[in-house]
T-cell receptor
Framework: QKEVEQNSGPLSVPEGAIASLNCTYSDRGSQSFFWYRQYSGKSPELIMFIYSNGDKEDGRFTAQLNKASQYVSLLIRDSQPSDSATYLCAVNPPGGGGNKLTFGTGTQLKVEL | NAGVTQTPKFRILKIGQSMTLQCTQDMNHNYMYWYRQDPGMGLKLIYYSVGAGITDKGEVPNGYNVSRSTTEDFPLRLELAAPSQTSVYFC????????????FGPGTRLTVL
């Protein structure tokens, strides 16, 4: 089982719709969770992070964490064509030397006009 | 405050040549990382460092070497380049706490022919 799993997509949503991106992780003791956006040919950039169960909202983005079920999700409201990118989920496992984030392989999102 | 910088942006190597990818951060971060990303794939950790003078292997270290003589710099050395090392290389840094963001450099696109 992969440590961090994401559906590779592509996930296609119409402009203005809600995009829902999901991520599951295997290490139950993981402490914090990050969502990065990566445009084609660019480096990953942080969108938001979450460490407590529940929802965390930042503008059009909402991160949701359920530690009991070991999943974290990212909702993008009012999706725009500029949101078209690959979204990487990253997990900070417990006690790992070097505080190494473990990344999923990413979900490609396409927002269609 | 430039963040994480990488040089060069692009490079073409011949099989068997060697080169050093440079990475510098100006955020006084303890932790630094080197990743490679193959087309359509996720990030794979090559090497990481928890501070000056301390480095350790990641998931795919073969064919690479690193050093960390200062907090700011973390160069990645490729010896005897092979076509399998054709990839995009990202350097990243992080302060170190479980909630700290990992910042990425712009990447180096390397082709080995």
């Amino acid at each position: 089982q992969k440590e961090v799993e994401q559906n590779s997509g592509p996930l296609s949503v119409p402009e203005g719709a809600i995009a829902s991106l999901n991520c599951t992780y295997s290490d139950r003791g993981s402490q914090s969770f990050f969502w990065y956006r990566q445009y084609s040919g660019k480096s990953p950039e942080l969108i938001m992070f979450i460490y407590s169960n529940g929802d965390k909202e930042d503008g059009r983005f909402t991160a949701q964490l359920n530690k009991a079920s070991q999943y974290v999700s990212l909702l993008i409201r009012d999706s725009q064509p500029s949101d078209s990118a690959t979204y990487l989920c990253a997990v900070n496992p417990p006690g790992g030397g070097g505080n190494k984030l473990t990344f999923g392989t990413g979900t490609q999102l396409k927002v269609e006009l | 405050n430039a963040g994480v910088t990488q040089t060069p942006k692009f490079r073409i190597l011949k099989i068997g040549q060697s080169m050093t990818l440079q990475c510098t951060q100006d955020m006084n971060h303890n932790y630094m990382y080197w990743y490679r990303q193959d087309p359509g794939m996720g990030l794979k950790l090559i090497y990481y460092s928890v501070g000056a003078g301390i480095t350790d292997k990641g998931e795919v270290p073969n064919g690479y070497n690193v050093s960390r003589s200062t907090t700011e710099d973390f160069p990645l050395r490729l010896e005897l380049a092979a076509p399998s090392q054709t990839s995009v290389y990202f350097c990243a840094s992080r302060a170190g706490g479980p909630l700290d963001t990992q910042y990425f450099g712009p990447g180096t696109r390397l082709t080995v022919l």
